[in-house]
Structures are given as C-alpha cells and as structure tokens.
C-alpha cells in the first residue's frame, strides 16, 4: 500500500506502523476464517454448577484471598454512548407525530415519574419550557419533554455515556451506574480496606467521570469503612483499524485523509495490560442493580472468584512441580486430568506424546492467564455464548463466540448456535500473573485471526470495518477458560431507556 506524507505523519500520531496497516488491509482482502466447533458447552460439558457445599466453600477461599497480598481489581468498560438506549425517542423527535404513537413511547410517557432522573427533568422542562413534564404532557407537549432529557439544552442524555445516567432511586437521591459499580466494588472486591476500580472511557467525557467520582467517592468510603482507588483510561490510537472500501482499497475521506475508526472493546486488551493487578472483575457498565437486588451479585461474584483462586492455586503448584523435574507418571497423569476436567482442555493427539513432550504441552497450557466466566440460561438475549472449539494447535478449550465467528452455512453449528442453553452476561473474573507472581503480557495471548469485519458508512458512502478480535472473545482465545453457571438474576442490563421501568431496576 502507498503511503503518501500526510499518511505517514498520521500513523505517526497514532503510533501504528505501516506493517500494521498492510496486513489490516491484507484483512480485508482475504478475510477471516470461522472457527471449527467441537460442540455448544453445557451443563453435561463445559459449564460447572457447584453443589451448595461446594459454593459455601468456595466463597469461603475467596473471603480468605481478600486478607491477603494478592491487588484485587474491578475493570468496567465505560465509554460506551447512550444514544442506542434512547434509539426509539429520538425516532419520535425526528418523526412527524406530535404525541406517542407506538407502545414504547406510550410506555416511556405513562411511567415517566419512575425514573430516577425524572426531577433533573422535571427542572429541566419548568427552567427551559417554562412548565413541568405533567404540564407538557396535559398540553399534548411531548416533543419539549424529549428535548430536554436528550439534548444539550436540557440533560443532554443523548449524548453522554450510560455511566454518568441516573438509574436508580434511593431516599437519599438517586444513583449512576458508576456510583452502582463503586458499592459492588466493596462489597465483593474490597481487599485489606481498599478498593480498586478502573473505568475506561472516552476522552471527550473523561473530566465528567473524574468530576463524579469526586464529588461521590467519599460518602462511599464512609458509608462502607473502605478507601477506593479510582482509575481511569481510554481507548489507544494506536488499536484503531484503517476504514476499506468496498473494493477493499484504503477508505479516504473527502479531504483525502486515510480514515480510521476504533477497534472494538477488543482494543480494552492494552488498557488491562497495563494495569498491575493479581485478581480482576470485569462487568459492563449497564449491568448493575439497585441495592436491594445486589445480594445474588454479590454472592456470585465472590463464587466465581473463589472458583478462579483455587484452580489457579492447583495450576502454580503443578507449574513448580513440573519446573523442578521431579515428578512421577502418575502425577503427570493427575495434571492431565485436571486439565481435562476442571480447565476443560482436552488434546486429541495426548496419547502420542511421550513423557518429555507431555510435560512441554502441559506447561504451555498452565502457565497462561486464566478466567473464570459466569454463564446464565439462556432466555432469547442477543450475544455470545459459550462452546468447545478447536484451537490452531489442534487442542480443543472453552471460548466465548459471537454469532458472527459462526460459518451460518454450516447446519450442524448453527444447530449447536440455536440450541445452546447458556449465553455470556461478560461476568469474567481474570488471574494474571503466574505462578512466580510475574505479570503476563496479555497482548501474547490473542488469536488475531479471531477479527471481523462488519459493513458501516462515513458520510453515506458504504465502508468496511476492522473490528479487533472481542475483548472476551478472541483477545482471550488463549487463555484457560472455565464456565460457570450463575443465575439470571446477576443479568439485568440496560439497553433501552425503558428497561429502567422493569421491576430488577425500580
């Protein structure tokens, strides 16, 4: 690909070099290959659901890790703009009707004082229109009302990140997300009195979040006895993808300017990396509660985490018995099958090896970040789900897919797609360092071949996207995988304004 000044002195700024551009448009010219299933992960395979003596004794372990040195972390993904959750009002603002007209915006309207921003509104409303909403409302002046919650005049929702929305109602005032995300924090990841959360944000809203927590964070330490420790990052230039046309030939825009576009939350793989922590909770933003539903979170999550620390445990200690070369058959027979049965990694070709190759096998598999992730039933929700796949070196482990890294022409694993009982909540609790206490280079772990691409448009000419290989996903192909069942009562996301009307979030 030719390179011109301008383009260069761009990747420049970014801090991405021409090789990755090259083989990002190579991409696009050859695509991706979908990967080879060996069959949906289950309950029967694949998904753990502990016995109630067994749960007892894992949140017992992970109780015990919190008095420890171990830095424990909650990582929230957090630049994610509300506009897709107010999608159906601005439809409603554009349109031609001047009252609701369908059953949402029926719904939206009939429940508006439910809403925990329903003051901020209100004044709003009374500040730029003069009247309250109930007004507005007997005067058939619905438009004034959804101007004032989406746009800048008003609360400007429209244009803010979900984290930063009012969700949920409390006497002594209603609450954000992120304010949701510092309580959970303390009540499952508070280790030795501190509390470490990391959000990563967009640039442009940055200085809002630091304003919140701010003003927020010390009625958290005093109500809950702990200190936190806030952090924030944003998204890498240098994780951004060129822009392809439709002939896949470099996207320019019309004052001739390479384009780029950001990579996914894959991209959030450099921002984990870089932050020094032993055990780390990742959660979306939109997928918290008020308190009186956080109790099944909370147990769950200290589940899951106890679940982690014990197998990890088992992994540092068969790392450093295969490291001092004192072992015997039987014992690497025993690795072999807690690799099978509690990391679900199974190896086709294990028979043929001798003991020499066995040990370099099992070591490769080991000594690798790990994850456990809670798996709900599913009930219909879009999103990845849980399988066995087949990895490039032959071996078969436990992935997330989106639907998208699924070949639709092949029936047999569009049956398996369809017929999965399980989907991902993202309700990952990572380990990552080894058993020497060294941090991993997560970027290693990456299955490159596991990106897509999706079509979009730039000022309505049609272009392809590089979207990087999914933050839970391909960016964590190779690292060990363990599914357990939570139930669906840890899921309650927000995705459309009026979700915030179901009984999980009132």
Not at 320 to 334: C, P, R, V
Request: proline fraction near 5%.
């Amino acid at each position: 690909m030719l390179l011109n000044a301008q383009d260069k002195e761009l990747l420049k700024r970014k801090g991405i070099s021409e090789e990755q551009v090259n083989a990002q448009m190579e991409s696009f010219r050859t695509g991706f290959p979908y990967l080879k299933l060996a069959g949906a992960a289950s309950p029967k395979q694949g998904i753990t659901i502990p016995t109630q003596k067994e749960q007892a004794n894992y949140i017992k372990a992970w109780k015990k890790y919190l008095g420890r040195e171990g830095k424990v972390l909650k990582f929230v993904p957090a630049s994610g703009a509300a506009s897709r959750m107010f999608k159906d009002l601005f439809a409603f603002l554009d349109g031609t009707a001047n009252e609701p007209d369908n059953d949402f915006m029926r719904n939206f309207f009939s429940h508006i004082h439910q809403f925990a921003f329903f003051d901020q509104l209100n004044q709003a409303c009374l500040k730029n229109e003069g009247k309250g909403i109930d007004e507005l409302k007997m005067e058939g002046q619905y438009k004034p009302i959804v101007e004032n919650l989406l746009l800048e005049k008003g609360l400007n929702y429209g244009h803010l990140p979900k984290g930063l929305l009012l969700f949920h109602n409390y006497d002594e005032g209603a609450r954000t997300p992120v304010e949701e995300h510092l309580v959970e924090g303390a009540l499952y990841a508070a280790a030795n009195g501190e509390v470490n959360i990391h959000f990563t944000v967009s640039p442009e809203h940055r200085e809002l979040f630091e304003t919140l927590v701010k003003n927020e964070v010390p009625k958290y330490e005093q109500k809950f006895g702990v200190r936190y420790n806030i952090s924030f990052s944003e998204q890498k230039p240098s994780t951004d993808t060129i822009a392809a046309t439709a002939d896949n030939e470099p996207f320019r825009t019309s004052d001739g300017q390479l384009l780029f576009r950001p990579g996914g939350h894959g991209a959030l793989i450099e921002n984990l990396n870089d932050l020094d922590a032993d055990v780390v909770f990742i959660k979306n933003i939109d997928n918290v509660v008020p308190d009186r539903m956080k109790d099944d979170t909370v147990t769950y999550k200290q589940l899951i985490a106890g679940v982690l620390i014990t197998l990890q445990h088992k992994m540092f200690e068969y790392m450093e018995l295969l490291e001092s070369g004192e072992y015997t058959h039987a014992q690497l027979e025993g690795i072999i099958r807690f690799m099978r049965d509690d990391l679900g990694v199974r190896n086709p070709q294990i028979k043929y090896l001798e003991d020499a190759d066995l040990v370099i096998y099992m070591k490769s598999k080991l000594d690798r970040p790990i994850r456990v992730c809670g798996m709900v039933k599913n009930v219909g929700e879009p999103g990845g789900g849980p399988f066995l796949v087949y990895n490039q070196d032959g071996t078969i482990s436990l992935q997330i897919l989106e639907s998208s890294q699924i070949d639709k022409q092949n029936a047999d694993y569009v049956k398996m797609f369809e017929s999965g009982t399980h989907f991902n909540p993202v309700d990952l609790v990572c380990g990552l360092k080894n058993y020497k206490g060294e941090a991993y280079d997560l970027r290693k772990f990456v299955d490159p071949q596991t990106a897509f691409i999706s079509s979009k448009s730039k000022d309505g000419r049609e272009l392809k996207a590089l979207e990087l290989p999914g933050l839970w996903n391909g960016a964590m192909s190779d690292w060990n995988t363990i599914f357990v069942e939570v139930p669906l009562s840890t899921f309650n996301p927000v995705k459309t304004v009026n979700d915030l009307l179901r009984a999980e979030h009132q």
